[in-house]
């Protein structure tokens, strides 16, 4: 009997181990659960429903007066665009951090929507609003999410009085959000710009010597052809980002000294769409937008990714064609050694008319000047 005694002692605690066990993983399991229904899955800030649990109950307390901020991520469509909806998650999760980082302990904040945040802030003052404002937008200059600045929009109101509705505080805080969104939309989207180009740059190892020379060229073949102002603004513009797909194509894709292999030609070939998503997004490029998805075409209808042939090729990515292909024979590439402007020129005529256009071939022999490339 006492020889059997260890076994059934062992068995007890074996049991009373699992049961234990059993009842741990179920309360992690239920607490898990519970912060799930007050949380937002992506971001971990509290969701929607809490935060409207906590207006109802902020509202009738004695939190008043009761700061409502409402604030957006810019760029979040550019980056879901460009870079896939992981990336836009990376964002919101990074956006998500900065308001973290800003808010005081006493602050809720929760993701209301989409890219909309809101924030609300007991016994506030218009003055702790403002302040609360500049505190996200200097954390946001600290903080980087990669190819995108993180910037934001923000309007706030305040519920001063329990019999105000807090629906219409929400809108008025809405409101102003929108409405500063409209006059610092400008700068966003010329940081957005800015940093697209540099990390263009970064990319595909081009320097800003090449998009100087791509814009010089391309000014003078436009004035030759007697474009409007506006179109030669664009085509400079389409000059400097016509490759600003390139920024989604691995760099040891676009640095590779051979050929490539078939699944990476897939991949470089996506490039005109992925910069056409990127123009759509951003409505300072949306003017190039069509010439970016069309850069790639040829005259005789062999291009991609569409297959246009002739005039139904926009006339920009047609003068874009020449001047790039110029431009990377006379450079050269990691897969491509440079030529002579005399036999890039050659070139030229020779596919005048099968993959270029042949009157942009002509104006562009005669306008662009051809020193020694060094």
Known sequence: MSEQKPDFVRGIQERNHIFCSFVKGRKRAEERIRHLSFHDYLTDLYNRAFIEEELSRLSNSRALPLGILMCDVNGLKLVNDAFGHQEGDRLLQSF????????????????????????????????????????????CNKVSNGNIPISVSA?????????????????????????????????????????????????????????????????????????????????????????????????????????????????????????????????????????ILSHHERWDGSGYPQGLRKKAVPLLARIIAVIDAFDVMTCGRPYRSRVSPSEAIAELIRCSGSQFDPDIVEVFVKTAPFGDRK
């Open 96 to 139: 998500a951090k900065v308001l973290r980082g800003s808010c005081r302990r006493e602050d809720l904040i929760g993701r209301w929507g989409g890219d909309e945040f809101l924030f609300l802030l007991p016994n506030a003052t218009e003055q702790k609003l403002s302040n609360l404002v500049d505190r996200i937008r200097t954390y």
């Open 155 to 291: 309007g706030y109101a305040m519920l001063t009085d329990p019999k105000q509705s807090v629906d219409a505080v929400i809108d008025l805080a809405e409101e102003r959000m929108y409405r500063n969104k409209l006059i610092e939309s400008r700068s966003a989207r010329s940081a957005i710009i800015t940093s697209l180009e540099r990390t263009l740059r970064e990319t595909t190892e081009e320097t800003q010597e090449h998009a100087h020379r791509m814009r010089s060229l391309a000014r003078k073949v436009g004035e030759t052809l007697s474009l409007s102002p506006d179109e030669l603004n664009s085509l400079e513009l389409l000059a400097s980002l016509h490759d600003i797909g390139k920024i989604s194509i691995p760099s040891s894709i676009l640095s590779k000294p051979g050929p490539l292999t078939s699944e990476e030609w897939k991949t470089v070939k996506k490039h005109p769409e992925v910069g056409y998503n990127i123009a759509r997004s951003t409505p300072d490029l949306l003017s190039i937008a069509d010439a």
